[in-house]
């Protein structure tokens, strides 16, 4: 059974930074896609960004673009999400997933993580 934890979430003033973390057991990391997704209160998940095959190819979300950035660690089965310049809009549960089947990257995603909160204050 595939595993996601996701750490690293905290408060923060807008203009700061925060790195997530996503620790996969159970799975083959290497093989995977792995995306980032958030909610915040009243409003339907959203896709942040996704990295695929061992950084092969990564892909964000027009929101995100230029202040967020993933990479992977094989040998430590993480994923990580760097946020800079982070905005009030940012705040949300932030959510790790994983995805094995060939596809989309952007959909298909059966494992995920139990989510950590990022805070953004202005």
């Known amino acids: 059974q595939v595993q996601l934890v996701e750490s690293g979430g905290g408060l923060v003033q807008a203009g700061g930074s925060l790195r997530l973390s996503c620790v996969v057991s159970?799975?083959?990391?290497?093989?995977?896609?792995m995306g980032w997704f958030r909610q915040s209160p009243g409003k339907a998940r959203e896709f942040v960004g996704v990295?695929?095959?061992?950084?092969?190819?990564?892909f964000y979300a027009d929101s995100v673009k230029g202040r967020f950035s993933i990479s992977g660690d094989n040998a430590k089965n993480t994923v990580y999400l760097q946020m800079n310049s982070l905005k009030p809009e940012d705040t949300a549960v932030y959510y790790c997933?994983?995805?094995?089947?060939?596809?989309?990257?952007?959909?298909?995603?059966?494992?995920w993580g139990q989510g950590t909160q990022v805070t953004v204050s202005s």
């Open positions: 997933a994983a995805k094995y089947s060939s596809g989309s990257p952007f959909t298909g995603y059966n494992y």
């Open positions: 159970g799975g083959t990391f290497s093989r995977a896609a």
């Open positions: 990295i695929t095959w061992s950084g092969q190819n990564t």
